[in-house]
């Protein structure tokens, strides 16, 4: 509150005055841009350099507009732009923004419904997902489609049909249901696909139940019918600029009435979308529990492969050696240890005055005195060690790349060469790209 009189002398009150204004924190404290922040100043907390009002981002005016495009792009109206924002972020008068941007659009104007939805759910709730399931199948654009909505959840699921044959419909929903489980009930109308003794059959081997609406009960599918216009609407909408597929995720994750999306009531948790999320609000509460058994089945695995791990004996110069082909895991070709080059890989003298460089695992140290077969071309031996895949060894690691096969391979090879004129082979160095941060959006 602002006082237009101050109980002290001119002299001290003008004094005050020029100060104030010369006082930083005075003059944010004057602003009305902190003012808009008083109701909620308790829970605001700054996490990471980010302002957040308790897990929600709260955006700063630059990024508004942004965002404001964000919370629209399903063109979904304006009530579930407001849930669907409310939900991860904050500004003040963020409310008004979103009416103002919904009223705004254009392709919402044009697709505008003609009514609201006819009331449904003559269905008594189901107690969980996947109990109950509704489909139908519609036309759009020339082509045939296939819907099928959770009656708990709402959560639509939608494919394309080659054709409206049973064969085709139940090819779908076995996908559906893999995913979700088999419903107990399924709705569906009188379509000729649905009323075949095929899927009678389908209904009978997967253990659901098949309702279909009757006279008595015509309105019985009214779910996957409202489902159907949704799913028309998005379409339309999406059709010329945008991915259909990215407005059925928003979809999929906007809160309905009841405050939680169709994603967390099926899937029981919040479903990443175009919105910038807290990490909080995406973790099922029983992630830690996932992620304590995970960590301790590695512990586990570490354990085992320790137990059975054992290490193998140094080789000594002038050892015999047969060597391991990386390509086809035979040990055929044999050769002589010249000396250890770092901690268990060794250099190999092979005939034809080729050295190869190997690991200590791919080397198995040959019994006294028995040199009975003629090894192979040291040509052939080459390529298989430079054609080797990278096995994580130290010998793969500190080597410079090189490839046999292209001439500047074939000249590196030649600058490698020792004075004693033996070739110094290694297998090939597998280079990984460097991991990109997923970008956020
Ligand atoms: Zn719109």
């Given at each position: 509150m602002v006082m237009t009189s101050l109980p002290v002398s001119a002299d001290r009150s003008e004094q005050i005055k020029i100060e104030t204004n010369t006082d930083e924190?005075?003059?944010?404290?004057?602003?009305?841009?902190?003012?808009?922040?008083?109701?909620?100043?308790?829970?605001l907390t700054v996490?990471?350099?980010?302002?957040?009002?308790?897990?929600?981002?709260?955006?700063?005016?630059?990024?508004?507009?942004?965002?404001?495009?964000?919370?629209?792009?399903?063109?979904?109206?304006?009530?579930?732009?407001?849930?669907?924002?409310?939900?991860?972020?904050?500004?003040?008068?963020?409310?008004?923004?979103?009416?103002?941007?919904?009223?705004?659009?254009?392709?919402?104007?044009?697709?505008?419904?003609?009514q609201q939805a006819e009331p449904l759910l003559a269905h008594p709730a189901p107690h969980r997902p996947y109990y109950k399931v509704g489909t139908d199948l519609f036309d759009f654009d020339g082509k045939s489609y296939i819907v099928v909505t959770d009656y708990f959840s709402n959560y639509p699921e939608v494919g394309q049909l080659q054709t409206t044959s049973s064969k085709a419909v139940i090819a779908y929903l076995k996908t559906v249901f893999a995913r979700h489980g088999v419903p107990c009930e399924l709705f569906s109308d009188n379509g000729p696909q649905f009323s075949s003794c095929e899927f009678a059959t389908f209904a009978k081997e997967w253990g659901f139940q098949h309702s279909t609406?009757?006279?008595?009960?015509p309105k019985s599918n009214g779910l996957a019918e409202s489902s159907v216009k949704i799913i028309k609407t998005l379409m339309k909408k999406a059709q010329d600029r945008e991915d259909f597929q990215k407005s059925l995720l928003i979809y999929r994750s906007t809160p309905l009435q009841n405050g939680m999306s169709p994603a967390q009531m099926l899937m029981g948790r919040r479903i990443r979308s175009n919105l910038p999320v807290n990490e909080d609000l995406l973790t099922p509460k029983t992630a830690h529990k996932v992620k304590e058994a995970k960590d301790?089945?590695?512990?586990?695995?570490?354990?085992?492969?320790?137990?059975?791990?054992?290490?193998?004996?140094?080789?000594?110069?002038?050892?015999?050696?047969?060597?391991?082909?990386?390509?086809?895991?035979?040990?055929?070709?044999?050769g002589q240890v010249k000396e250890e080059v770092a901690p268990r890989s060794y250099k190999i003298q092979m005939e034809g005055g080729v050295s190869l460089r190997r690991n200590r695992v791919d080397l198995q140290l040959h019994p006294e005195g028995k040199d009975t077969e003629s090894q192979e071309t040291v040509q052939q031996d080459k390529e298989k060690s430079t054609e080797s895949a990278n096995r994580g060894s130290e010998d793969a690691r500190s080597g410079p790349s090189q490839d046999s096969a292209s001439p500047a391979a074939e000249r590196l090879l030649k600058t490698m060469t020792s004075p004693q004129g033996e070739r110094l082979v290694r297998p090939k160095r597998h280079v990984q790209p460097p991991k990109r941060l997923i970008e956020s959006c």
């Open positions: 924190v005075m003059n944010e404290l004057k602003s009305t841009k902190i003012q808009d922040y008083w109701n909620c100043r308790g829970e996490v990471d350099d980010i302002v957040m009002k308790g897990s929600k981002y709260v955006i700063p005016y630059s990024l508004r507009k942004q965002m404001l495009q964000k919370i629209h792009e399903g063109h979904l109206g304006e009530v579930k732009c407001k849930r669907r924002a409310r939900e991860v972020m904050y500004w003040p008068r963020i409310n008004q923004d979103i009416s103002q941007t919904t009223a705004s659009c254009e392709q919402c104007r044009i697709y505008r419904p003609k609406s009757s006279p008595i009960y301790g089945q590695k512990v586990k695995q570490k354990q085992l492969h320790d137990r059975k791990a054992r290490h193998l004996p140094s080789l000594k110069p002038g050892d015999k050696v047969r060597l391991r082909d990386i390509t086809t895991g035979t040990w055929r070709h044999q």
